[in-house]
């Protein structure tokens, strides 16, 4: 794996849960962990590549559907025993990107209703993912006694936390805008 490549974790941490395509791959990491990791294909196909070689993960082929092979990937035990060393790694980088905050630091170079804007745009970006999160928590509160549903369970909620503070800061931000 490389260095600092977390998308082999990524893929690692799906396949301990579920044998999966790259393009089943694709879809969990844009549906379920797409709140706070992202992984496009450029990166998934490559790591699949690298740990396959590595012994990390197995090839299976599933037969041809549409016309093509479809290739499922399976975790190794060399692949749960990476994993499981990456967990239990006290050092995690917890980077946090908003280009609504680069805009908004950048803002004096512009006009205050442009701020306002970039502002409220991130404030409807944030809802529609509250409440898909919401689903998910309530979904998720029926099936806590199955396999790593606590764990998934704890990262909605985070996200739920998350982003209700980040509706609060929008309604102070934007008052305080428009104020000033």
């Known amino acids: 794996m490389g260095k600092d490549r977390k998308i082999d974790v990524v893929i690692l941490g799906l396949l301990a849960h579920e044998d999966l395509t790259g393009y089943d791959i694709k879809k969990r990491i844009d549906t379920a962990i797409g709140f706070f990791w992202k992984g496009s294909f450029g990166s998934i196909y490559p790591s699949l590549g690298d740990m396959e070689k590595q012994g990390l993960v197995q090839k299976k082929s599933s037969g041809v559907s549409g016309g093509r092979e479809k290739i499922i990937y399976h975790i190794t035990s060399a692949g749960r ?3 499981k060393k990456w967990l239990n790694d006290e050092k995690a980088g917890n980077e946090l990107k908003y280009e609504t905050l680069l805009k908004l630091y950048f803002g004096g170079a512009e006009t205050s209703e442009v701020a306002v804007r970039n502002i409220e745009i991130f404030e409807e970006q944030v809802k529609e993912n509250l409440a898909i999160l919401r689903i998910y928590k309530e979904n998720l509160e029926k099936v806590l006694d199955k396999a790593d ?14 982003y209700e503070a980040y509706l609060k800061w929008c309604k102070k931000a934007r008052a305080f805008l428009e104020r000033h």
């Open 81 to 83: 025993t990476f994993l």
């Open 149 to 162: 549903h606590k764990y998934y369970y704890l990262t909605v909620t985070f996200g739920i936390d998350t």
